[in-house]
């Protein structure tokens, strides 16, 4: 329920201008709201004179009305991430298990046409909000739309990648909708008609699983920890398009430029098909250059262990392992890296695992599929000069 404080109201149209779905207008000087508001609360959090207020709690829930499974569609460069048909194979899964339906939300700008994709990977209905303003992700924006369908259409899951948006718009929506949040889960599954929620807990050394007594129920999933669902072609799946109209003048923050930290030719972690990864071992954060040089040849990613990233070798962004990025390429190669739990759970999903580490004990022997014993400052400059021999004479 939502109610305007007709003594307090100033007219001073900050809520008109927040209102992403057109529902308030100023009559007589005071803001009046309309039949189309869906209590996103976005005139809430703009109205300096304390005039709205909204009530969202029940003292019962009837968890029974609450259905379906919803998945936050992630959009970069103008396509949908690989991490979002990762959280629809979840989705179907859990949802059949459920007997509800799989719901994509894609925002953006012209965005329609991404959606026979998510049909083919599992959605049954994709709800599509389109607007300039959308193009760009936006906190607030994406916020208020996401509140609203939510608050409209009272689904029983959210799931969102844990990314950077999805880890800064996932605990906005929450806290909007006074809901419960698990954050980096590595697992779900339903106990008991509810959602069981797995994630590492007390820096990775325990599996604390979770179940929310809120809903919708909620939770950000990390990505390449799920599998693809199957794709099936022509798959019949409802498009509901919902009608926005975001102001401009209403976003406080405004994307002046974007700035990459990285080159446009160079893979992402969790997007690469082949890593080379360094650990303690390297011996120095000038030693690490080898293993770049054999990235370079194979046309692949560059990773480091916790331990290296701690000692100022690579920055954080280049972390593999729970605490960094979890990976899941077809080959990881793994140099000076001795194996410890926390970065075996972040690329154990690698098809193939190739250890190089002149201790024969190292637990990364017990999972690679091919070891190497040996000096990695040794081992990895020759195995690169024979993958540039082999490059070259297959160029002939």
Not at 36 to 64: H, M, P, W, Y
Not at 272 to 293: H, M
Request: proline residues 4%; hydrophobic residues 40%; glycine residues 8%.
């Amino acid at each position: 329920m939502i109610n305007v404080k007709e003594e307090l109201c100033n007219h001073c149209g900050s809520c008109v201008k927040a209102c992403p779905f057109g529902a308030i207008k100023i009559i007589n000087q005071v803001a009046v709201i309309g039949e189309e508001c869906t209590l996103c609360g976005a005139c809430v959090q703009v109205c300096k004179a304390c005039a709205i207020e909204i009530e969202r709690k029940e003292k019962l829930i009837d968890f029974s009305r609450y259905k379906d499974i919803w998945v936050f569609v992630e959009i970069k460069d103008d396509k949908v991430r690989n991490v979002t048909y990762e959280l629809l194979g979840k989705a179907r899964q859990l949802a059949d298990e459920l007997g509800e339906n799989v719901c994509a939300i894609l925002l953006g700008k012209a965005v329609q046409d991404l959606c026979e994709d998510l049909s083919d990977y599992g959605a049954d209905k994709i709800f599509v909000a389109e607007d300039d303003s959308l193009e760009q992700y936006y906190t607030e924006p994406y916020t208020s739309v996401l509140v609203g369908l939510i608050t409209k259409y009272e689904p029983n899951i959210v799931i969102y990648p844990a990314t950077k948006i999805g880890r800064d718009l996932a605990p906005r929506v929450a806290a909007t909708l006074e809901v419960g949040l698990t954050a980096d889960c590595t697992g779900l599954s339903i106990q008991d008609g509810r959602l069981l929620q797995t994630r590492p807990a007390f820096g990775g050394n325990i599996m604390a699983d979770i179940i929310s007594v809120t809903r919708p129920q909620m939770a950000t999933i990390r990505p390449n920890v799920m599998k693809k669902g199957e794709l099936i072609k022509g798959r019949a799946t409802e498009i509901v398009k919902m009608p926005v109209k975001i102001d401009p003048k209403g976003i406080r923050t405004v994307i002046k430029e974007i700035i990459s930290m990285k080159s446009s030719d160079v893979v992402p972690l969790d997007e690469a098909e082949i890593i080379v990864s360094g650990g303690r071992g390297i011996g120095s954060k000038e030693n690490f250059k080898v293993i770049e040089d054999l990235a370079d040849v194979l046309n692949a990613a560059v990773g480091a262990s916790r331990s290296a990233v701690d000692l100022g070798w690579k920055p954080k962004s280049y972390q593999v392992g729970q605490s960094g990025t979890t990976v899941s390429p077809k080959i990881y190669i793994a140099c000076g890296i001795s194996g410890k739990i926390q970065h075996l759970v972040g690329m154990s999903g690698s098809d193939i695992i190739i250890a190089i580490n002149k201790d024969p004990e190292a637990p990364i022997f017990n999972v690679a599929d091919y070891g190497i014993i040996g000096d990695l400052n040794k081992v990895v400059p020759e195995l690169t000069k024979v993958l540039i021999k082999e490059l070259a004479s297959r160029q002939m």
